[in-house]
């Protein structure tokens, strides 16, 4: 399989300002195409197993993370979505007490290798959080810059990174006249989407999102989805979510974590139509969780 | 039934509520009674010529305490070079390796040192620094106001950094800054104004400390050249002119006690205006 024919694989649901990838009677024949075992990983774990002191919080994953693709990782509450993501950028061992085994491959480099420097792997991959954080010390212009000028780069042009990012994230045309007002002093959508631009700035490969719109209301979860749709054309994508109708709109391929184990990681309409795994299906339809 | 219980609850919130009153006014009194008293025998003794000129000898009328005045200055100058720079950084360990049993042992030992009495530092600077160096000095006394300001500037910094949502850290560290620098110009910047606050304050504390300047600083009648002489200084000018037995050296304390307090006032002013405008705004 060539990169190209990746590019073909279309969201189960369709939104309106999607890309238009085709109708979707058209899709039924392209997702026959893809599976979870033919597509080319941006990111691989082997056997990755979490610790928090002797707790062991993730029970040896295995799982490929497509490129330019949305995955998307649903579990209930305490199944180690969030500690499979930051993992995956080395946040995890920021933590005290906090470490990991096991293989996190990035273009088939491993991450946890003695010699790999954390910082440098969080610039690849790029995290946004659950709960937006733009720096409160510093306005809206200089929040999108935090990353390249707390790293100790001078940009040759500020100017256009910021106005390229908050288009990206599409929030330029509502903050364009206020850039040196304080970040925090926008509303919680505009903010998660200034902390995704601030992200972006740094052009990283991979981007992590942990739960990004469970703070939000209906409205801002509706613009941050679409953004990661946007974004997906660019940028692999890992989101963390508890919201499964978020997970269904937004993701090519969804895993299923349950007490720390990967139960099932297939493309999202095969997990939400014909899951495998019975624990899948009950989590789905809300027997438990 | 309802409305007996209504009138026992209306009754016990009056009774509270003046309690409470009543105790707020007593805490003032004493407040109030030593402003009022210090400005208003102060007041009199105050003159160009307090701030201008050195002390007279006994017998003579005028003279002023402007050594003392410039070496309260000097000596809090001092104190901050000393005490501000390892109190900072020590608070930024704590609120960062704080878990270490080291950290642990770190924040113990500030915790004792903030109760340990002034006159004990100074006992302390006087044999470690006066009797090695056979003379009275404006740095023994600067010396000893450090180590009094070093307790609560760490506590002070470490608390206010604590106050920092981690979020932001994480923010930071998940842009691939390096822990130092996330530190430095997140975590610190963020907290700087609430830490500024808590420095004036304890600068303010140190500023009308007395027992510990005594056999550090000691006193001079005259200008002190540098650090390396004794130095005048205010709190033991109060000190040596309100024991002695001439009405007019009362008098002068008197106005000593009243600059020194609009000093101290002024400093907590000024660290007031600094209010934290970022810490908890979010």
Known sequence: MTAGSQNRISRPVHRKGSRGDGSSGDDKSRWDEVSVSTVVPKMRTEDLRAYFGQAEVLKGISLQIAEKQVTAVIGPSGCGKSTFVRCLNRMHEVVPGARATGQVLLDKQDIYQGDVDAVRVRRRVGMVFQKPNPFPTMSIRDNVLAGLRLNGERPDDPDAIVEKMLQRVALWDEVKDILGRAGTGLSGGQQQRLCIARSLALEPEVLLMDEPCSALDPIATARVEELIHDLRKSYTIVVVTHNMQQAARVANFTAFFYLGKLIEHDRTDVIFTRPKEQRTEDYITGRFG | ?282
């Open chain 2, 1 to 282: 039934m309802i409305s007996s219980r209504y009138t026992r609850r209306q009754v016990s919130d009056l009774v509270v509520r003046s309690a409470c009153v009543l105790a707020t006014v007593l805490a003032l009194i004493p407040l109030v009674s030593v402003l009022y008293y210090v400005t208003s025998r102060g007041l009199s003794g105050i003159s160009l010529s307090f701030f201008s000129e050195l002390p007279k000898p006994v017998g003579e009328s005028g003279g002023g305490m402007a050594n003392a005045l410039v070496g309260t200055l000097k000596l809090v100058f001092l104190a901050c070079l000393l005490g501000i720079p390892p109190g900072v950084a020590a608070g930024v360990y704590l609120a960062e390796f704080g878990h270490s049993r080291f950290g642990k042992w770190v924040r113990f030992s500030a915790d004792v040192m903030s109760g340990v009495p002034s006159i004990t530092v100074g006992i302390f600077v006087y044999s470690l620094v006066v009797l090695q160096t056979k003379h009275f000095s404006a740095f023994a006394g600067g010396i000893a106001l450090a180590v009094l300001m070093l307790p609560t500037v760490t506590r002070t910094t470490e608390e206010l950094l604590q106050l920092v949502p981690e979020s932001l850290r994480e923010a930071a560290l998940g842009l691939g800054v390096p822990q130092w620098r996330a530190t430095l110009r997140v975590m610190l910047r963020t907290a700087a104004p609430g830490i500024a606050t808590g420095v004036m304050l304890a600068v303010a504390r140190v500023a009308g400390e007395t027992a510990p300047l005594l056999f550090t600083a000691f006193s001079n009648p005259f200008w002190s050249n540098g650090l390396n002489e004794p130095t005048a200084s205010l709190p033991v000018n109060i000190y040596n002119y309100a024991v002695s037995p001439y009405e007019e050296w009362h008098q002068k304390a008197w106005a000593a006690a009243l600059v020194l307090l609009l000093l101290v006032l002024l400093l907590n002013v000024s660290a007031r205006l600094l209010v934290p405008r970022s810490v908890g705004a979010r």
